[in-house]
């Protein structure tokens, strides 16, 4: 079955501290994996993509990796910000082209 | 600017009765979704369309109903047969069509609850 398990369900951090954020999927054949950040109570918006052939890829403090033969992919956030305090959603695209989300992690920064 | 455009951001229903939340896109995409977000889980797939006036079906349709009679326009109807519609309901678009993995870009939401 294809899915996309993500970990942990919530993080509490310091601002100024980096965290990363895992996940795991069973998705086959794979397509490409998005990070999406959604701020409380808005829609979602696209902060990476990674393809088959990528690693890691950044957007500023943020940096996504990606091992496509363990099936696993993070998002470390550096130097964290309050304005990073938000849900972060993976979401895994099947070769067929159906979108696989992740249940989110709830990321709250505190200063 | 341009964008997805959702509409109301929040809604009332009582028992019964039907709604329609409106979504709007300028962004010219061929490709337009909607979502339903409940805390703790993954969004699912309500209804998609790739072209005007065709769409199909996503994992969750019973009890909703769409239209796409433009191509900036893919209102989304919660009947009264939707059982548990209180939910966080969320539009998008793609630049190409489904099947490809291109990137979502969402509207900012209607929260829909059922008194």
């Known amino acids: 079955k294809n899915q996309v398990e993500q970990s942990p369900q919530s993080l509490i951090i310091l601002e100024g501290k980096n965290c990363t954020l895992q996940?795991?999927?069973?998705?086959?054949?794979?397509?490409?994996l998005r990070w999406y950040k959604q701020d409380t109570g808005r829609g979602p918006v696209s902060l990476t993509i990674?393809?088959?052939?990528?690693n890691t890829k950044s957007n500023g403090r943020y940096t996504a990796t990606l091992d496509a033969d363990t099936k696993q992919s993070s998002l470390h956030i550096t130097a964290s910000q309050l304005s990073d305090s938000a849900s972060y959603i993976c979401v895994v695209t099947h070769q067929g082209g159906k979108l696989i989300f992740g249940q989110g992690t709830e990321l709250s920064v505190k200063p | 600017d341009g964008g997805i455009t959702q509409s109301p951001k929040y809604l009332f229903r009582k028992e019964g009765q039907n709604v329609t939340l409106s979504c709007e896109q300028n962004l010219n995409h061929d490709a337009m979704y909607w979502y339903r977000q409940d805390p703790g889980q993954g969004l699912r797939l309500i209804y998609y369309?790739?072209?005007?006036?065709?769409?199909q079906k996503g994992d969750i349709a019973e009890g909703y109903s769409v239209s796409r009679e433009k191509k900036e326009s893919f209102p989304l109807t919660v009947t009264s047969a939707q059982k548990n519609p209180t939910a966080f309901y969320l539009c998008?678009?793609?630049?190409?069509?489904?099947?490809?993995?291109?990137?979502?870009?969402f509207g900012e939401g209607s929260r829909l609850t059922v008194l």
């Open positions: 996940c795991n999927y069973t998705v086959s054949p794979f397509s490409n």
């Open positions: 990674m393809t088959f052939s990528e």
């Open positions: 369309s790739q072209i005007v006036n065709d769409f």
């Open positions: 998008a678009s793609s630049i190409i069509r489904r099947g490809r993995g291109g990137e979502l870009f």
